[in-house]
């Protein structure tokens, strides 16, 4: 089945723990991209990757780490963990820009205490 | 910047209803715009992709217009049910790979 796959669903952790979020698509996309969504402010970028290697900042990039050394996986860290990280975080993946729309993995929701 | 704007932010419907759920976008140099539907705490789920040189897609009940020139996008839900019930969202794509998302509208579907 192609899905986007995030692990883990759920986390809770203490501020200043680093942590990291994985993501792992199996439809062989280019595209990989991390958002955030928060109530009231909807869901913003805050990573994505055009290919093996080439990652950039999207809209909220400050806090966090990407890497895109397999053209599959695209991990989201977190470096220092602090509560005002604690979201729903979501992996999406796609072809490419133009006529490809984006699958969604399920969703991780990290609390930070 | 894109901006993008979902009008209304919340809709309440008897079940039966046909509805209109509105998408506004202010850079219309977009390659395509996708609709989604969430459910409280879940994913997002694909509904429909309209590539920027179609005007329109319909999948079953559901059918999504695309204005590229005016920055409008509309959804269309016929015959509205209860499992409709969700946070509908539109997401146009622009170069460099930025997707921006509305705020979403919120569906409630009354049995």
């Known amino acids: 089945e192609a899905q986007v796959t995030q692990n883990p669903r759920y986390l809770i952790t203490v501020t200043g723990k680093k942590l990291t979020v994985t993501c792992s698509q199996n439809?062989?996309?280019?595209?990989m991209s991390w958002y955030r969504q928060d109530p009231g402010l909807g869901l913003r970028q805050i990573y994505y990757?055009?290919?093996?290697?080439?990652?950039d900042k999207g809209d909220v990039p400050e806090g966090y780490k990407v890497s895109r050394k397999e053209k599959r996986n695209f991990p989201l860290i977190l470096e220092s963990p602090s509560p005002n990280q604690t979201s729903l975080y979501f992996c999406?993946?796609?072809f490419g820009v133009g006529g490809y729309g984006y699958t969604f993995g399920s969703g991780t929701r990290l609390t930070v205490v | 910047k894109q901006e993008v704007t979902q009008i209304p932010a919340a809709l309440s419907v008897p079940e039966g209803e046909n509805l209109v759920l509105n998408c506004s976008f202010t850079?219309?140099?977009?390659?395509?715009l996708q609709w989604f539907r969430q459910d409280p705490g879940k994913g997002l789920t694909s509904l429909l992709l309209?590539?920027?040189?179609?005007r329109e897609q319909t999948s079953g009940r559901l059918n999504a217009s695309l204005d590229k020139s005016s920055g409008r996008s509309t959804l269309y839900i016929a015959a509205s049910q209860p499992g409709d019930s969700a946070t509908y969202l539109c997401?146009?794509?622009?170069?460099?790979?930025?997707?921006?998302f509305g705020a979403g509208t919120r569906l409630f579907v009354k049995a």
């Open positions: 999406a993946s796609s």
């Open positions: 997401a146009p794509q622009t170069g460099g790979f930025k997707t921006i």
């Open positions: 439809m062989n996309h280019e595209y």
């Open positions: 990757s055009m290919n093996v290697e080439v990652t």
């Open positions: 309209i590539q920027s040189s179609q």
């Open positions: 850079d219309s140099a977009i390659y395509n």
